[in-house]
């Protein structure tokens, strides 16, 4: 791609199971690119099944990274990613023009393409006085808490995230502000372009993709992973779908059938929240699902090859 004016980084984005993986290695082959993962559960390698990893043959069609980098027990956060994959950035555009990134967290995807916003560093007392709050009374408070502090921010934010809500009121408490107003502020800008396309299907059909990949999590495995895992269930990483309702059935708070149900529900929960966040998104550009990989890349292709600047 000589005549691209800057590097290019390509960002593949969409609910969970609409097809990012398989779609990401096509297009990487064909501009004999690399695959970022931006997954943020894709980063644990201790969590394999339930996080619907690359498999190793896909893995060997295309090279990868940001996968298994981490342990559950490293809290890794968005500004941590961002300052990584620009500095793996940096060296990458040295000797390729274009990159792909991948994944369905779109605050991961957010902070590398713009920029994270500029939030104030929190004292360690103040983070450990909510999480006390939370080990001893639970995440209502905190929700209250949220709401008084900062209505506009507890209207979107997932309620059931206790990560996101105490990572909110260290900012209420430390700056007496609220924590939206820190979101939106002007961003850095990046040394290369960004193009960014979403994977969108009907819902019926992208929620029964959902539930079958589910089934097929049980076939592989992810019942005994979990078991593995539980004695580390209070980390933030663990915190997550697939994971959490098997936690709760060995702690005899449902049955294993309700416990698979609920996998299949929360994580159509969680694909219907992906798909309002990248509404949200500027400047992406939705594939209506299925279509041709080949008319995919056409389209790319058509687009940079157009003298305007890309959107």
């Known amino acids: 791609m000589e005549s691209l004016q800057k590097p290019l980084l390509l960002v593949i984005a969409g609910p969970t199971a609409s097809g990012k993986t398989a779609l990401s290695i096509e297009i990487a082959k064909h501009f004999e690119a690399e695959i970022i993962s931006c997954d943020?559960?894709?980063?644990?390698?201790?969590?394999?099944?339930?996080?619907?990893?690359?498999?190793?043959?896909?893995?060997?069609?295309?090279?990868?990274?940001?996968?298994?980098?981490?342990?559950?027990?490293?809290?890794?956060?968005?500004?941590?990613?961002?300052?990584?994959?620009?500095?793996?950035?940096?060296?990458?555009?040295?000797?390729?023009?274009?990159?792909?990134?991948?994944?369905?967290?779109?605050?991961?995807?957010?902070?590398?393409?713009?920029?994270?916003?500029?939030?104030?560093?929190?004292?360690?007392?103040?983070?450990?006085e909510l999480k006390d709050k939370f080990d001893k009374e639970g995440i209502v408070p905190l929700q209250e808490e949220l709401l008084k502090s900062d209505p506009d921010y507890y209207a979107k934010v997932d309620l059931n995230n206790p990560h996101r809500?105490?990572?909110?009121?260290?900012?209420?408490?430390?700056?007496?502000?609220?924590?939206?107003?820190?979101?939106?502020?002007?961003?850095?800008?990046?040394?290369?372009?960004?193009?960014?396309?979403?994977?969108?299907?009907?819902?019926?059909?992208?929620?029964?993709?959902?539930?079958?990949?589910v089934d097929?999590?049980?076939?592989?495995?992810?019942?005994?992973?979990?078991?593995?895992?539980y004695p580390k269930k209070h980390l933030n990483a663990l915190q997550t779908v697939g994971y959490q309702e098997f936690f709760d059935f060995f702690d005899g708070k449902m049955s294993r059938a309700e416990a698979v149900e609920k996998i299949k529900q929360h994580s159509r929960n969680y694909a219907k929240r992906q798909v309002t966040w990248l509404k949200r998104e500027k400047d992406i550009i939705w594939i209506d699902m299925p279509t041709k990989t080949e008319l995919i890349l056409e389209s790319i292709i058509h687009l940079l090859n157009k003298n305007e600047t890309l959107p």
């Not at 002007?186 to 990949?213: G, H, M, S, T």
């Not at 097929?216 to 895992?229: Q, R």
């Open 40 to 128: 943020a559960r894709q980063f644990y390698r201790e969590m394999n099944i339930g996080t619907a990893k690359p498999s190793p043959e896909e893995l060997a069609e295309a090279k990868h990274h940001f996968i298994d980098n981490h342990s559950v027990e490293h809290h890794y956060s968005a500004g941590d990613y961002e300052k990584d994959v620009l500095s793996f950035l940096d060296t990458y555009f040295k000797n390729k023009k274009v990159a792909i990134m991948v994944g369905g967290s779109g605050l991961f995807m957010r902070v590398v393409c713009e920029g994270v916003d500029s939030y104030p560093e929190i004292p360690e007392n103040i983070r450990q």
């Open 165 to 213: 809500i105490i990572r909110a009121l260290e900012v209420c408490r430390l700056s007496k502000m609220p924590f939206s107003s820190f979101q939106g502020r002007e961003k850095d800008e990046r040394p290369f372009q960004v193009l960014k396309f979403a994977l969108n299907w009907n819902r019926e059909i992208l929620y029964d993709r959902i539930n079958r990949r």
């Open 216 to 229: 097929k999590m049980i076939a592989e495995g992810l019942e005994a992973e979990a078991h593995e895992l």
